[in-house]
C-alpha cells in the first residue's frame, strides 16, 4: 500500500469577485460556483473553480494548485508569474548525461535560456486552459541537495474522457532514489481525489527499462496493472517507438489507498 502523504496546496491568493452558482448535473454534483469573468467562455469554468454543498459560498480556487509536497519532495507549479526560466535552463544544461536522460522522452533539453522561457510559458498557458499542468521537482528536508531542482512533471488531462496521463523529466543525479514513485504519488492524489477524474494512464518506450521498473511498481502499489504494448505509438527523432502502457482506475485507486491517513 502506498504511504506518502500528500498534501494539496492552495494558491496563495484565491479569486474572490464576481462568484456566480449554479448546478452541472453532467458532473455528478449539486452546485459550483465560478468567477463571473469567466461565464462568457464556454467550458472555462475549468480553470476555476470549486464545488460546494448547497447554499454555501466560498472563494473559488484555481483547478490545479500552486504547490504539492510529499515526505521528500515539493512541486511548485511552473508558470510564467512564479517561475525562474534561467533556472530550469541552467538546471537541465549542466545535467552530466543528457543523452541518456532525454533518450526515451518527447521532449528535448534545452539549449539556450530562451528555449527554457518557451517551455515556462507554455506550460503556463496549459494551466490556463485546463489542459495540463507542470510542476518544478525540488529535493526537502534531510534529502541530499534538497532545495534542488531535481526535474519536472505534467500531469495531462483529457476532460471529455475523464482521463489524466502523465511524463517526468528527472536529471541523472537524482535517478534511483524513488523520487519518480513518490512525484506519481501526488500526481495521483491530484487526478483522483482533487480533479475526480476516472482514470489514470502512464507509458514508456520499450527499452526505457529502468522506467518501466519504476512504473510497475507505483502502478501496482496503487491498484493498477499493466494493459500491454503498443506498436509504433510515437515516433522519436524521426524513428517510431513502441509504448508499454499501464493504467489505473478511479475505483482501483481507492481501494489501494482506503486504509492510508
Not at 532545495?147 to 511524463?167: K, P, Y
Not at 481525489?193 to 501496482?220: M, P, Q, T
Not at 502499489?221 to 524513428?239: S, V
Request: glycine share 8%; net charge negative; charged share 25%.
Amino acid at each position: 500500500m502506498p504511504a506518502t502523504a500528500v498534501t494539496l496546496c492552495p494558491p496563495a491568493a484565491s479569486i474572490e469577485s464576481g462568484l456566480v452558482t449554479g448546478t452541472d448535473e453532467s458532473l455528478g454534483r449539486s452546485h459550483y460556483q465560478l468567477d463571473a469573468l469567466d461565464r462568457t467562455e464556454p467550458g472555462s469554468w475549468l480553470a476555476a473553480y470549486i464545488f460546494v454543498g448547497s447554499g454555501e459560498q466560498s472563494p473559488v480556487t484555481v483547478l490545479f494548485p500552486d504547490r504539492l509536497e510529499t515526505d521528500r519532495l515539493r512541486l511548485d507549479v511552473v508558470d510564467p508569474a512564479s517561475t525562474d526560466a534561467s533556472e530550469h535552463y541552467e538546471a537541465f544544461a549542466d545535467d552530466p548525461d543528457p543523452e541518456t536522460v532525454y533518450e526515451y522522452v518527447l521532449v528535448s533539453e534545452p539549449t539556450t535560456p530562451d528555449e527554457s522561457r518557451v517551455f515556462v510559458e507554455n506550460a503556463g498557458s496549459n494551466r490556463d486552459d485546463a489542459d495540463a499542468v507542470t510542476y518544478a521537482i525540488y529535493l526537502t528536508g534531510d534529502e541530499p541537495m534538497a532545495g534542488t531542482l531535481a526535474g519536472t512533471a505534467t500531469l495531462f488531462v483529457e476532460w471529455d474522457r475523464e482521463a489524466a496521463s502523465s511524463a517526468i523529466v528527472l536529471r541523472k543525479p537524482f535517478w534511483g532514489r524513488g523520487y519518480s514513485g513518490e512525484r506519481a504519488g501526488a500526481l495521483l492524489g491530484l487526478a483522483f481525489d482533487r480533479l475526480d477524474l476516472a482514470h489514470f494512464g502512464v507509458s514508456c518506450v520499450a527499452g526505457n527499462d529502468r522506467s518501466k521498473r519504476a512504473i510497475e511498481k507505483y502502478v501496482g502499489a496503487h491498484g493498477g496493472r499493466y494493459d500491454g504494448r503498443l506498436r509504433h505509438a510515437h515516433a522519436i527523432d524521426g524513428e517510431p517507438v513502441d509504448l508499454h502502457w499501464f493504467s489505473i482506475s478511479r475505483s482501483e485507486y481507492l481501494a489501494a489507498t482506503a486504509d492510508v491517513d
